[in-house]
């Protein structure tokens, strides 16, 4: 990422004329052929009036449509034109705040009170006095008459724009509830502004309300543009309360607010009219949810029966946007970068869940997730859920529990802003939900091993995924393709086209057989859902998507370390998994060999000396009695 950011006001201007003609042009464009269409039934007859009637409402439609797409142009040149002079403004607030760092007191040297004139009028460092302004004397808009700086002693409050002005015993002006009010023009950049490490102020700069914690976001108002919590005490806030907080537009820079946050602004503008949303007259919340999901939903290119969910929970330090797919544990895809505030409520598992992770993983209804995620989360954390979108339909059951949060289900693509590519406000996905093992192992591997290092999680994956589970036979042909592929790029072989779209085919059909894999919670009440083990196959199933997906890295031959930083996000979602036991590699004892010593020649019995010829064996040798005549036996005569 470079370390500055040059840009010319001018490039901007020229932009924004460059919009103007656009819009000229397209309203041209859509202007229907009037004289052609007048002269139609005389050229045709009325035989013709119904083509005429059709040929009415189609240029009817378009010349709407071009009225909207130069409006949107009109728009564009608008916001170019704010930028710019923002741009200029502070870039000239700065110049004078590096011209003033080495004489605080500017022209104005303090004395010893007692010899102080009670009438002087401090000076700044442009000859005008501090906290005058042009309407009046000695003050601005709502300052006092004819008093010194704006918050010192004898001055009258702050006039609009400034900074709050120290009241008795240094302390600072607060609104109902002891809250500091926002400053005009800052709160549509308040969802993320601390993103900014807060620096305390001297007494009596800033509120009670202070910044908000890390994690959230500070408070948003009811029209999206400011919060409760204030604006934030920093070098700005500071730099503002010490030169009296006037009025005349060089007191403060104006902020500069990120594409997202001017997003939310606009849609907030949008938003007048009633629509059909449940208490959607509670609002900004809501439009911050809904903002975020359209711009997501504009990025991701989702296979069938994958839906997204948006949630905000506002808490005493400001409000907390999360965000979750059903698939996994909450996987987002690449090309993706997201708002740095943005969090997940599948991070925060070692804090709900001792062990087996969090019991929502397989849950059809992302919705469903976020509010279980809530009713633990919140007590925790003091907070509340305040807001819920989803891309699919909110269940009717889930409306009528939590019929005290704004809920919209049904969102669409948004393309206010473009969340494809990376800006100082976003972030991509291992980012912002990797774990800390992933991201130190990104800065150890160098460029040149970039594409090694996304073969070897691959091909890891692949064989970890085979050893440990037992592939589903929905899985069995991706996985075969899988397999050849990888054996072709570890052996430097080129791989057909062919081969990449059979294992794209195959990932597709893999994701939709994950359909009726998916748990229904409908009738299960809030709070009771248990891990079982009945979504061990659907977990195996994601697991060989990422398998696919670590391997489909490889297709396009990108050696960027963004695609190192995917690779590492898909792999955590494998082997980071609460309920993935990874089995050890079969090892292979070598063969032991015993050496037998082979006797050449032929093979005979031995040869030993016979008795010799006319030999009789000896008399004490034993034979068979010899077969003579039994003896007669005679009978006793009585």
């Not at 969910?309 to 698939?327: K, L, Q, W, Y």
């Not at 740095?340 to 919705?367: K, Y």
């Amino acid at each position: 990422m470079p370390d500055r950011l040059d840009i010319d006001p001018e490039v901007l201007r020229h932009l924004a004329n460059q919009h103007d003609r656009a819009a000229a042009d397209t309203r041209e464009w859509a202007k229907p052929p009037r004289t052609w269409l007048d002269g139609f039934q005389d050229s045709y007859g009325k035989i013709a009036d119904p083509v005429r009637q059709a040929l009415e409402n189609y240029y009817n439609a378009r010349q709407r449509a071009g009225e909207a797409m130069a409006g949107d142009h009109d728009s564009t040149a608008k916001a170019l034109r704010d930028a710019a002079h923002a741009y200029e403004l502070a870039d000239q607030h700065g110049a004078r705040s590096i011209g003033g760092a080495a004489n605080p007191f500017g022209d104005h040297i303090p004395t010893d009170p007692s010899h102080s004139q009670p009438d002087a009028i401090p000076v700044g460092h442009d000859g005008a006095p501090v906290g005058a302004h042009p309407g009046g004397p000695g003050g601005g808009p709502g300052g006092g008459p004819g008093g010194g700086p704006a918050g010192g002693p004898g001055g009258g409050p702050a006039g609009p724009g400034g900074g709050p002005g120290g009241g008795p015993g240094g302390e600072s002006p607060a609104g109902p509830g002891g809250e500091s009010p926002s400053l005009p023009g800052q709160g549509a950049q308040a969802p993320f502004l601390n993103d900014r490490p807060p620096v305390s102020g001297p007494d009596g700069v800033g509120g009670p309300g202070g910044t908000a914690g890390p994690g959230v976001m500070a408070g948003v108002g009811d029209d999206g543009r400011g919060g409760p919590s204030g604006p934030p005490s920093g070098p700005a806030a500071g730099a503002q309360a010490q030169t009296g907080g006037a009025g005349d537009g060089i007191g403060a820079p104006m902020p500069m607010m990120s594409p997202f946050a001017a997003a939310v602004a606009a849609a907030a503008d949008r938003d007048r009219e009633p629509d059909y949303v449940v208490n959607a007259d509670a609002g900004s919340d809501l439009i911050l949810a809904r903002t975020l999901l359209g711009a997501v939903l504009a990025v991701v290119d989702s296979p069938v029966g994958m839906n997204w969910a948006v949630s905000v929970m506002r808490g005493p330090a400001g409000a907390g946007v999360f965000i979750t797919s059903n698939e996994g544990r909450g996987w987002l895809p690449a090309g993706l970068f997201l708002p740095r505030e943005v969090s997940s409520p599948w991070i925060w598992d070692e804090l709900l869940a001792a062990d087996g992770g969090s019991p929502w993983e397989g849950v059809a209804d992302p919705a469903r997730v976020l509010v279980e995620f809530g009713l633990s989360w919140g007590p925790k954390a003091g907070a509340k859920l305040s807001a819920l979108v989803s891309s699919a339909p909110i269940d009717a059951g889930l409306r009528m529990q939590m019929n005290d949060v704004p809920m919209q289900g049904m969102v669409g693509p948004m393309y206010d802003v473009d969340l494809r590519n990376p800006t100082p406000d976003t972030v991509d996905r291992l980012g912002l939900f990797g774990s800390a093992a992933a991201l130190e192992r990104v800065a150890t591997v160098p460029d040149s091993a970039v594409h090694a290092q996304c073969l070897a999680l691959a091909t890891e994956a692949h064989a970890q995924v085979g050893r440990s589970t037992a592939t589903p036979p929905e899985a069995v042909e991706a996985r075969a393709v899988r397999g050849r592929i990888l054996a072709m790029v570890q052996a430097g072989q080129p791989v057909q086209r062919m081969l990449w779209d059979q294992l794209r085919d195959a990932d597709d059909l893999l994701a939709a057989s994950m359909l009726s894999r998916r748990v229904d919670v409908g009738r299960v009440d809030l709070g009771g859902l248990r891990i079982d083990d009945e979504g061990a196959v659907l977990r195996t199933m994601v697991f060989e998507r990422r398998c696919n997906e670590l391997a489909l890295l490889l297709a396009s031959g990108d050696q960027s370390r963004q695609t190192l930083r995917d690779a590492l996000y898909v792999f955590d979602q494998i082997t980071a998994h609460p309920q993935f036991v990874a089995a050890p590699a079969a090892v292979a004892a070598p063969e032991e060999r015993v050496a037998v010593q082979t006797v050449s020649g032929a093979v005979a019995a031995p040869v030993t000396d016979g008795p010799a010829a006319g030999a009789i064996p000896p008399r004490t040798g034993i034979s068979a009695p010899q077969a003579d005549t039994p003896p007669s036996v005679a009978t006793d005569r009585f």
